[in-house]
């Protein structure tokens, strides 16, 4: 019998086998890194808790937060990204004026998600220093 964590990318161990050594590290992916299958996998980490996405507004500013493991590498994720600023002010023909601020839409937001982690992968080209080189994508419910 042999089992495999389907995100993890590496080998397949047979079941029962308990090696002392930590795998080899996972090789930089390059053949599909947008992959849907990243997708995928991520969606079933979100599931079992493996993987948590919110967005959170503070001050007219809304930020997506995702972490936990990586659907491919299996090293930690930690993506952050501010999806909107309010600031209150236009720039007009007439000048500077104020703005009514926009309500955020209540449907779920899509994220692409790029692993930035620090551990090394054989493989990441020259001047790239972080991730395993996948993107994934996640949808999201700001918080009410």
Known sequence: MVSADPGSGGQANPA????????????YQTDAPNAYRWTEVAYDYLLNGKLTASIRSASGI???????TCPY???DVK????????????MTTLG???TESVQADDDYV?????CACTEAHAGRPDGVKYGC???FRVE???EA
């Open 73 to 75: 590498c299996t090293d």
């Open 79 to 90: 993506f952050s990204q501010v999806l909107d600023v309010v600031t209150g002010e236009a």
């Open 62 to 68: 809304s930020t997506a937060t995702v972490t936990g």
């Open 96 to 98: 500077w004026r104020r």
């Open 140 to 142: 999201v419910q700001p």
């Open 16 to 27: 029962g086998s308990a090696g002392s050594a930590s795998p080899p590290p996972v090789a």
């Open 133 to 135: 080189g996948i993107n």
């Open 110 to 114: 899509p994220l692409t998600v790029s």
